[in-house]
């Protein structure tokens, strides 16, 4: 190779190369330059096939507000709204969420752990975990096992019961149909939303971008993201609601796909005979199909009209109160791939604040699906519902274990631990309310377990 191809060759990759990167500015500049642009094409153009997330929750009391609302109720109501708040603040909620979902390869997989906790210790927890073939639900705190259902065990319930048997039925031919990526009625849908990106951008009017933030993942990593921040009251949420199913109502493409999809999917349960395992005569899914040919506009505007008014009913319910019944303080953090990793707001509802964030770990390949459950630590309830006897001797040892693990519970101990502490700041009389209430569950604790127990019969 002579001299000058090599020398072509050169200015040919760095003309490939400094295009590639200044589409790229660009592009990031025509993006991020409008703060809405910004997230709708961070929340449409990631499309995620599965994500973990850390959901954390916190309370707190705008004490001024509070002090007000209980002059009725309080000698000291400035007192008695530091008291209040100094026991709020330790309250939260923790949770784990996995989501794994894919139609190409009909998998699901959803995992929610939450937990009430004071001071970082659990009060109690639950979760529940859903793939697609089983259903498992658990709480530590009141059972050592989980307790599942099985896809068999369902279809068999079901068989005994009715006797159609649904493990015939091959469920994969609708899920493909539900499958729109490739629906010329989808793809038209798509492509005419102007309608609601107006309805979206005159809601967000107020979006901004702030300052660079730092992102704290799972496994300690810090990431560095831009932060979108807006407040939004409750009226202007409901407006921007029911401003979007008015979109919807009259939008013929979207009516024409829901009409579609409807049709096909009872067309098919006839064309593969499924409607004779289902137990479903032939004709009625005729007339169904008829119907929905020529009724479904009039059924369609029904529905969102009963949507519309649910929402309106809401905006004069909270018009008629008089206040601002509450303000959404809302930011997203968004990395420089254009991924959501946090989303937090803090919600003011008449002097109660409630402040949440949600941490997106992790995207795709990079999340981990544990097993639900495992046979041996597990409960199926069809055997729960089948055998009595099981069912009262699990029902027990839940609410045994369930009281114990509560009452003797660091996280309650050291909640009326404080209640003791705290109420020194109180008129003395409503001082003695509170002590009198800390002390009795402290002298009587056992007590307190045997009592529930004998009203419930046990």
């Given at each position: 190779?002579n001299?000058?191809?090599?020398?072509?060759?050169?200015?040919?990759?760095?003309v490939?190369?400094?295009?590639?990167?200044?589409?790229?500015?660009?592009?990031?500049?025509?993006?991020?330059?409008?703060?809405?642009?910004y997230?709708l094409y961070?929340a449409?153009?990631?499309?995620?096939?599965?994500?973990e997330?850390?959901?954390?929750?916190?309370?707190?009391?705008?004490?001024e507000?509070?002090?007000?609302?209980?002059?009725?109720?309080?000698?000291?109501?400035?007192?008695?709204?530091?008291?209040?708040?100094?026991?709020?603040?330790?309250?939260?909620i923790?949770?784990?969420?996995?989501?794994?979902a894919?139609?190409?390869?009909?998998?699901?997989?959803?995992?929610?752990?939450l937990?009430?906790?004071?001071?970082?210790?659990?009060?109690?927890?639950?979760?529940?975990?859903?793939?697609?073939?089983?259903?498992?639900?658990?709480?530590?705190?009141?059972?050592?096992?989980?307790f599942?259902?099985?896809?068999?065990?369902?279809?068999?319930?079901?068989?005994?019961?009715?006797?159609?048997?649904?493990?015939?039925?091959?469920?994969?031919?609708?899920?493909?149909?539900?499958?729109?990526?490739k629906?010329?009625?989808?793809?038209?849908?798509?492509?005419n939303?102007?309608?609601?990106?107006t309805?979206?951008?005159d809601?967000?009017v107020?979006?901004?971008?702030?300052?660079?933030?730092?992102?704290?993942l799972?496994?300690?990593?810090?990431?560095?993201?831009?932060?979108?921040q807006?407040?939004l009251?409750m009226?202007?949420m409901?407006?921007?609601?029911i401003?979007?199913?008015?979109?919807?109502?009259?939008?013929?493409?979207?009516?024409?796909?829901?009409?579609?999809?409807?049709?096909?999917i009872?067309?098919?349960?006839?064309?593969?005979?499924d409607?004779?395992?289902l137990?479903?005569?032939?004709?009625?899914?005729?007339?169904?199909?008829?119907?929905?040919?020529?009724?479904?506009?009039?059924?369609?505007?029904?529905?969102?009209?009963?949507?519309?008014?649910?929402?309106?009913?809401?905006?004069?319910?909270?018009?008629?109160?008089?206040?601002?019944?509450?303000?959404?303080?809302?930011?997203?953090?968004?990395?420089?791939?254009?991924?959501?990793?946090?989303?937090?707001?803090?919600?003011?509802?008449?002097g109660?604040?409630?402040k949440?964030?949600?941490?997106?770990?992790?995207?795709?390949?990079?999340?981990?699906t544990?097993?639900?459950?495992?046979?041996?630590?597990?409960?199926?309830?069809?055997?729960?519902?089948?055998?009595?006897?099981?069912?009262?001797?699990?029902?027990?040892?839940?609410?045994?274990?369930?009281?114990?693990?509560?009452?003797?519970?660091?996280?309650?101990?050291?909640?009326?631990?404080?209640?003791?502490?705290?109420?020194?700041?109180?008129?003395?009389?409503?001082?003695?309310?509170?002590?009198?209430?800390?002390?009795?569950?402290?002298?009587n604790?056992?007590m307190?377990k045997?009592?529930?127990?004998?009203?419930?019969?046990?």
């Amino acid at each position: 190779m002579n001299k000058k191809s090599i020398i072509a060759i050169v200015v040919i990759l760095c003309v490939v190369i400094i295009g590639a990167i200044g589409f790229t500015v660009v592009k990031d500049i025509m993006i991020k330059g409008n703060p809405v642009n910004y997230l709708l094409y961070s929340a449409t153009q990631s499309k995620h096939e599965a994500y973990e997330a850390k959901l954390k929750a916190s309370f707190d009391v705008d004490k001024e507000t509070l002090a007000g609302s209980l002059s009725y109720f309080s000698a000291d109501p400035d007192a008695m709204a530091n008291f209040i708040t100094s026991i709020v603040d330790q309250l939260s909620i923790n949770g784990d969420i996995i989501v794994k979902a894919s139609m190409e390869q009909k998998n699901l997989y959803v995992s929610e752990a939450l937990s009430i906790d004071y001071k970082d210790k659990p009060l109690v927890d639950f979760g529940i975990g859903l793939t697609q073939e089983q259903l498992s639900l658990e709480s530590k705190t009141f059972y050592d096992k989980s307790f599942t259902l099985s896809k068999e065990e369902l279809f068999q319930q079901i068989k005994d019961e009715s006797g159609v048997d649904l493990s015939e039925l091959d469920f994969n031919k609708y899920i493909d149909l539900l499958n729109m990526e490739k629906d010329p009625l989808y793809k038209t849908l798509v492509k005419n939303y102007k309608g609601y990106e107006t309805i979206l951008r005159d809601t967000l009017v107020n979006l901004k971008k702030g300052d660079k933030v730092s992102v704290e993942l799972s496994n300690g990593k810090e990431i560095k993201c831009d932060e979108l921040q807006v407040s939004l009251t409750m009226d202007e949420m409901l407006k921007a609601y029911i401003g979007l199913i008015n979109e919807a109502k009259t939008d013929e493409h979207l009516k024409a796909l829901a009409k579609s999809k409807l049709i096909e999917i009872l067309s098919l349960v006839i064309s593969s005979e499924d409607y004779k395992i289902l137990q479903i005569e032939k004709t009625d899914l005729e007339s169904a199909i008829k119907e929905i040919d020529t009724n479904f506009e009039s059924e369609w505007n029904k529905a969102m009209d009963q949507m519309i008014t649910t929402y309106q009913e809401m905006q004069s319910q909270f018009g008629q109160a008089g206040v601002d019944i509450a303000t959404y303080n809302i930011a997203i953090a968004i990395d420089n791939k254009y991924n959501i990793r946090r989303i937090s707001y803090n919600m003011n509802m008449m002097g109660f604040v409630m402040k949440q964030e949600m941490v997106y770990s992790a995207y795709d390949k990079d999340v981990e699906t544990p097993a639900l459950s495992m046979p041996e630590k597990s409960v199926s309830l069809v055997d729960l519902m089948k055998d009595e006897t099981m069912a009262s001797d699990v029902g027990y040892d839940m609410l045994d274990q369930g009281l114990t693990n509560i009452i003797k519970g660091e996280a309650l101990n050291q909640l009326m631990s404080d209640l003791k502490t705290n109420s020194e700041i109180l008129p003395a009389n409503e001082k003695e309310g509170i002590l009198s209430l800390a002390e009795y569950f402290f002298e009587n604790k056992e007590m307190l377990k045997e009592m529930i127990l004998s009203n419930f019969g046990l």
